[in-house]
């Protein structure tokens, strides 16, 4: 079992930046040969829904990156291996990106559904005020 632990969240004004922590703690190995950390969001009244993800894959040793359509060229997801952690880096914001940021992990190959994660922090509030 792994535990998440998210941080950075806070309220800017619209414009601004942020950047979001995701730390790894637990059983962090897998004998998957692939592992996927995702960032979804959850506003009020909406569903879960996602934002980025970035897998490693052993069989192309590499370390590939997702975004939903609406973050792209905003946010940047990346990863610290030395550190276990996964950071989103969030800019231009806008107060539609105003939601509780949730980091989830799977092992397993990219996926944008909440239900294919097995690991989740407990979330941290972004704010963008208008």
């Known amino acids: 079992q792994v535990q998440l632990v998210e941080s950075g969240g806070g309220l800017v004004q619209a414009g601004e930046s942020l950047r979001l922590s995701c730390a790894a703690s637990?059983?962090?190995?897998?004998?998957?040969?692939?592992?996927?950390m995702g960032w979804f969001r959850q506003a009020p009244g909406k569903e879960r829904e996602f934002v980025a993800a970035?897998?490693?894959?052993?069989?192309?040793?590499?370390?590939?990156?997702y975004y939903a359509d609406f973050v792209k060229g905003r946010f940047t997801i990346s990863k610290d291996n030395a550190k276990n952690t996964v950071y989103l880096q969030m800019n231009s914001l806008k107060a539609e990106d105003t939601a509780v940021y949730y980091c989830?992990?799977?092992?397993?190959?990219?996926?944008?559904?909440?239900?294919?994660?097995?690991?989740w922090g407990q979330g941290t509030q972004v704010t963008v005020s208008s």
């Open positions: 970035t897998t490693w894959d052993d069989l192309s040793s590499g370390l590939t990156t």
């Open positions: 989830a992990q799977r092992y397993g190959p990219y996926s944008l559904r909440p239900n294919d994660f097995g690991s």
């Open positions: 637990g059983r962090t190995f897998s004998t998957f040969s692939s592992v996927t």
